[in-house]
């Protein structure tokens, strides 16, 4: 009896030791405030899963999955065709949830302000360099606005975030497209950089006169004011989940890769700096046990964590694209 009891416990033993898994992950911090409750929800339901994610920016959780030195990465821009080709593995970008970038400003007594394209275009490339600007103030009618520098903030790391914001730039400027152009890590004009979403956060919350951009639920966390950003169709429009989720509604064929932009997009309401994040999976995963829990938590995100994903500011995959991503996950290997 005691010898069988002894054999059960090992069993019990070397089964929990089987399911027990540490995954890593790195890149967007776009992506970092939902991938923490995601994550930790998923770990507390699924004993001895552990998921550790470095929120370094998309650009170096690319670097990062493609020399196979982490499990899974995280991007809000896609990787480009010479950056797959350069891959050690094979990855699948697989979209888990849509969010919006928005342009921040430190205005003292100024809450609220309206921008158009290309007045975004113009501060960034160092066109644009006082709030007292007459095309800001024709953007906005009323406003006071102060005899005062603008202090351009931006990224200093490979990120996603700026991805979203220069491919965004980038159809709506000529002189972006030609020059700076889109790309996680342009070569600016002007500003200073700041690293993570929280640090573009941090330098504009600190400087009066800054300007920056940063992913909605940000701006949001650290009570920062931004801007309603005027779209294709011409109306002024703050950024919501029902004016991303238009956005992504302006996608009629999803490629089978996901690499798809939505900036700019048409619709009366949709939320022009706007776009879907990826999280970068191996086709193949060089341990096939970590392989099936990352498949097992992919499906447990798009069954399950897209429902808490509002709470947070993000928009939810659309519907009609959900049994197509989970068609992709369940091929991974």
Request: aromatic letters at 10%; a neutral charge.
């Amino acid at each position: 009896m005691k010898k069988t009891l002894v054999a059960v416990v090992m069993f019990v033993l070397a089964l929990s030791a089987a399911q027990a898994q540490h995954l890593t992950g790195a890149g967007s911090t776009f992506d970092y405030p939902i991938f923490s409750k995601w994550f930790s929800e998923y770990s507390a339901a699924h004993p001895g899963v552990e998921i550790n994610y470095q929120s370094i920016g998309s650009g170096g959780g690319i670097k990062q999955v493609t020399a196979g030195l982490i499990d899974f990465g995280a991007s809000d821009g896609p990787m480009t065709d010479e950056q797959l080709a350069a891959s050690k593995i094979k990855l699948v970008h697989i979209p888990v949830v849509l969010g919006a970038v928005v342009p921040i400003f430190n205005v003292p007594g100024v809450g609220n302000l309206k921008f158009s394209p290309d007045v975004l275009a113009d501060i960034y490339l160092g066109k644009i360099n006082n709030w007292n600007d007459g095309r800001i103030a024709k953007d906005n009618p009323g406003v006071k606005l102060p005899d005062q520098k603008i202090i351009v903030v931006h990224r200093s790391d490979g990120s996603g975030t700026t991805y979203i914001w220069t491919d965004y730039l980038s159809k709506v400027s000529t002189e972006w497209a030609s020059g700076p152009g889109k790309g996680a890590s342009p070569s600016w004009p002007v500003g200073v950089g700041g690293k993570g979403n929280e640090g573009v956060a941090g330098l504009v919350r600190q400087l009066p006169g800054a300007f920056g951009y940063v992913e909605l639920i940000y701006a949001l966390q650290n009570h920062i004011s931004f801007g309603s950003v005027k779209n294709s169709a011409g109306n002024y429009v703050t950024a919501s989940i029902s004016g991303v989720t238009e956005a992504a509604a302006s996608v009629k064929q999803m490629p089978a890769d996901y690499r798809v932009s939505i900036t700019d997009a048409p619709g009366v309401n949709a939320y022009p700096i706007s776009s879907f994040s990826w999280m970068l999976i191996p086709a193949r995963s060089a341990d096939p046990a970590k392989g099936k829990v990352l498949k097992d938590l992919l499906s447990w995100i798009v069954n399950s964590g897209e429902g808490e994903v509002s709470a947070l500011s993000y928009a939810p995959l659309p519907k009609a694209l959900v049994d197509k991503v989970l068609k992709t996950v369940y091929s991974l290997q």
